[in-house]
DNA sequence: TCTGGGGTCCTAGGACCC
DNA sequence: TCTGGGGTCCTAGGACCC
């Protein structure tokens, strides 16, 4: 039988979030000017979150440094990010896009995919799209684009077509007419790398890929992302709608320096201020970690990494910074300037049993109690906001 | 122009066990 | 004294996504 998927995705979402709290502010539409969001604008490290449609004509794109983009445009405005925000405009997009079929697959804050192979029985599908579109519009003041498929990556590929506020559709007919003649770079999964490899060997555009050796482009990308590219080139993807939210298996954070750092002070401050961040939410999450990893990144961009497994697994978050700490010295020289630290967590389990050792530190209740405390403020602040 | 923050999956080599 | 093959775990690095 032949599947019906709709991939649904918001029109630059955390600008147009942005632009309907603004206009509920008495503000004019920032969607129809040139605009970005990003982090702290006063920061010369800091980057575009989401551009307008208007800022995105005149070249500015997301993940571009500010500075840059006010160079291409100082009249550009730019306004920071509301996390809570952002979240109440993203349930209120998931719950009518739930409204349309309950197998519904929340693929990032702003994108699904539902499958509405049992809802399109005598109805065009086309026709309940622009439904949906017009609801989403019309009850939560932003646009979105409708992908429809027999699989989730056309749908996928359809909502990136032209925006905003569409409907597309990708079937397996219109393959070769709408997918075929698009450069390799758009299909999903052919990032910066993998484009250079594949038009280095003349394949320029997805059809071409479609018709490929599957053994050449094995030796070109390994054989298991080859046999993916090849399907997916050609249209074909058996992956099913999820709709069970899998668990989180890894749980990290990081700091950028407004200037690359050399003081030992400086930087155990800032890895002291990751693991806070990390093990409060690995606690808030009632997950216990067993591996801990850390990370440098230099000013070049390269990162060294390192990572060890702690003796039984922990929530507490001097346990996890005293394994970053050591750590540290085998990821850095101690000699060049750090950009940016990390820390994550991995390998979880929901053990709830405390485990008691007799070589236990005999500091772990009083790191526990530092932890309830810090947890304690941390849910004031939330609640305060 | 000079690049954030948070994730997932894959690969390849080495250790160690049977 | 030198040797195969398979399985699992760990580690580091790399690619991709939003």
């Not at 291409?72 to 349309?100: E, H, M, N």
């Not at 192979?117 to 989403?136: H, N, Q, S, Y």
């Amino acid at each position: 039988m032949k599947r019906i998927i709709f991939h649904i995705d918001v029109n630059s979402a955390f600008l147009s979030w942005t632009a309907v709290k603004m206009l509920g502010e008495g503000h004019s539409d920032i969607r129809l000017i040139p605009s970005v969001v990003s982090g702290d604008p006063s920061d010369r490290r800091s980057i575009i979150t989401a551009a307008s449609i208007p800022a995105k004509k005149l070249g500015i794109k997301t993940a571009q440094p500010v500075s840059m983009a006010l160079r291409t445009c100082p009249s550009l405005l730019i306004v920071s990010g509301d996390w809570a925000w952002y979240k109440q405009c993203s349930q209120g997009f998931i719950g009518i896009c739930r409204s349309y079929s309950p197998v519904l697959e929340q693929f990032s804050i702003d994108e699904c995919f539902i499958d509405m192979t049992f809802r399109c029985g005598k109805e065009d599908p086309v026709t309940i799209a622009m439904r949906l579109k017009d609801e989403v519009k019309g009850k939560l003041g932003f646009t979105v684009n409708v992908g429809i498929g027999s699989n989730k990556l056309l749908a996928k590929m359809a909502s990136d077509f032209e925006k905003p506020d569409k409907v597309h559709t990708l079937w397996e007919s219109e393959v070769e007419q709408k997918m075929w003649p698009l450069p390799v770079r758009d299909l999903l999964w052919v990032g910066k790398k993998t484009e250079e490899r594949l038009t280095s060997y003349g394949i320029r555009t997805i059809g071409q890929l479609a018709k490929a050796d599957l053994a050449f482009l094995t030796r070109l990308v390994g054989s298991k992302f080859a046999a993916q590219l090849h399907e997916n080139a050609n249209g074909r993807d058996r992956s099913p709608v999820e709709t069970e939210t899998q668990e989180a298996k890894s749980y990290s954070a990081e700091r950028t320096f407004s200037k690359d750092l050399l003081d030992p002070k400086d930087i155990d401050k800032a890895l002291f201020n990751v693991a806070c961040i990390v093990a409060h939410r690995i606690r808030k999450d009632k997950f216990r970690a067993s591996t801990v990893s850390m990370f440098v990144k230099y000013k070049d961009f390269s990162v060294s990494q390192k990572q060890c497994q702690t003796d039984i697994p922990t929530d507490v978050t001097a346990v996890i910074l005293n394994e970053a700490r050591r750590l540290l010295p085998e990821a850095w020289d101690g000699k060049t300037p750090i950009r940016q630290i990390g820390l994550g967590v991995s390998k979880l389990t929901h053990d709830s049993a405390i485990q008691m050792s007799l070589f236990e530190d005999p500091k772990m209740e009083y790191y526990r109690e530092w932890d309830r405390k810090y947890d304690e403020e941390k849910l004031k602040k939330n609640a305060d906001r």
